[in-house]
């Protein structure tokens, strides 16, 4: 008998339905019932709601019905689907993941789903395992034993806290003309050219460049940010001596702030950034008298990103160094250009983490101190 389901919604499941559709994260399918049932509220047929929808009208008599029969919340969720019964068991599928975090084989860098089937076929009574079964069973435990991240993990000290604190506390101090916050870093650049000349991109064509290239030896970037205002400024040289260094320092004194009465410079650890190269470079009294105006502020070691720059650095690879560019000349003139629109464009960088957040976020990772009695 050809049942027809009237849908009768209270107040409630009206408005719950409304704010399902006006806003939030659902799946689609959820949506789709939750339109049929205002739809079959409203009094319209099926074969409308059906066109209106985008939906079978079995999709339209099947939520009705379940509606009907049940509530809301059994009209608006998935049905069970019958599937077959997972091959690997609980123990099985942790013995899958254990190998997985263990050892690859002798003679091969890393495991591969063939490896693992290989494996787990040796250690459990199946006759056969297929890829796809170990790569599900991988994917809910969110493994991936092919890939590996490299990264540099430090060693949390008393040291590393009281440097990257003083950092964040510099980040988060109010702005003070007289004393402005600089971040310094120092990043290499390939001279790379073409080996032959590409082909300009063109109508369903992209732009097409040779594998082969030739290269044409390194530069290397220092570059400057203002923490405080939207500035930054590159400076293109062939080394990064202790010589280049001190020359870097002088052009941040003398031509980059020359009315403020101290510099506080961000920078890292690295052995020619220290007051010693400026004596090194430069005449005792002239070393003094640019240190005067100086303040150095070192990031932990192994915290550059602690450093504001290193994001900067990233943007100007990413908008203006991600291409061939063999002539330093060239170079030069391009991270000018890209130097110029940034600073008009007033582009800042928006630091967020602060030593509040570094406490609650790291805390297990500060040393341990005994209470005072």
């Not at 029969?69 to 609980?90: F, I, M, Q, V």
């Not at 991988?138 to 990257?164: F, H, S, T």
């Not at 001190?246 to 961000?266: E, F, G, K, S, W």
Request: proline letters at 5%.
């Amino acid at each position: 008998m050809n049942v027809r389901y009237r849908v009768e919604l209270s107040q409630s499941e009206r408005d719950e339905l409304t704010a399902m559709l006006s806003g939030g994260k659902h799946a689609a399918r959820k949506l789709k019932r939750a339109q049929i049932l205002l739809a079959a509220d409203a009094g319209r047929r099926d074969e409308e709601i059906a066109r209106a929808v985008a939906v079978g009208g079995s999709t339209v008599y099947r939520t009705k019905r379940r509606f009907v029969e049940g509530n809301l919340e059994r009209a608006l969720s998935e049905e069970p689907r019958p599937g077959a019964d997972r091959k690997l068991t609980g123990k099985q599928e942790a013995l899958l993941v254990a190998t997985a975090c263990a050892s690859p084989p002798k003679g091969r860098a890393r495991w591969t789903l063939e490896l693992l089937a290989g494996a787990l076929v040796k250690l459990t009574e199946h006759e056969s395992l297929s890829r796809e079964t170990v790569r599900r069973r991988l994917a809910e435990n969110d493994l991936k034993p092919w890939r590996r991240d490299m990264w540099c993990i430090p060693q949390v000290d008393g040291e590393y806290v009281a440097r990257m604190e003083d950092v964040l506390d510099l980040y988060a101090a109010a702005a003070d003309p007289k004393r402005p916050v600089v971040c310094f870093d120092e990043s290499p650049v390939q001279l790379i050219g073409e080996a032959r000349q590409p082909i300009a991109a063109g109508p369903g064509q992209p732009q097409r460049y040779d594998y082969e290239y030739r290269r044409n030896g390194t530069v290397n970037l220092f570059v400057f940010l203002d923490v405080n205002r939207p500035w930054r400024k590159v400076k293109v040289t062939q080394r990064r001596t202790a010589v280049d260094y001190a020359h870097c320092m002088r052009d941040l004194v003398d031509l980059h702030y020359p009315d403020t009465d101290t510099i506080r410079v961000v920078q890292d650890n690295l052995s020619t950034h220290s007051a010693g190269a400026l004596y090194e470079t430069f005449a005792p009294a002239e070393a003094r008298r640019i240190l005067r105006r100086l303040e150095f502020h070192y990031t932990p070691k192994h915290a550059s990103w602690l450093n504001m720059v290193e994001i900067e650095i990233g943007v100007l690879r990413g908008q203006c160094l991600d291409r061939r560019i063999d002539d330093p000349r060239r170079l030069r003139r391009e991270i000018a250009a890209w130097e110029r629109q940034r600073n008009a464009a007033s582009a800042r960088i928006k630091w967020m983490f602060t030593t509040d957040k570094a406490r609650a976020k790291m805390g297990r990772a500060y040393p341990l101190t005994s209470n005072e009695s």
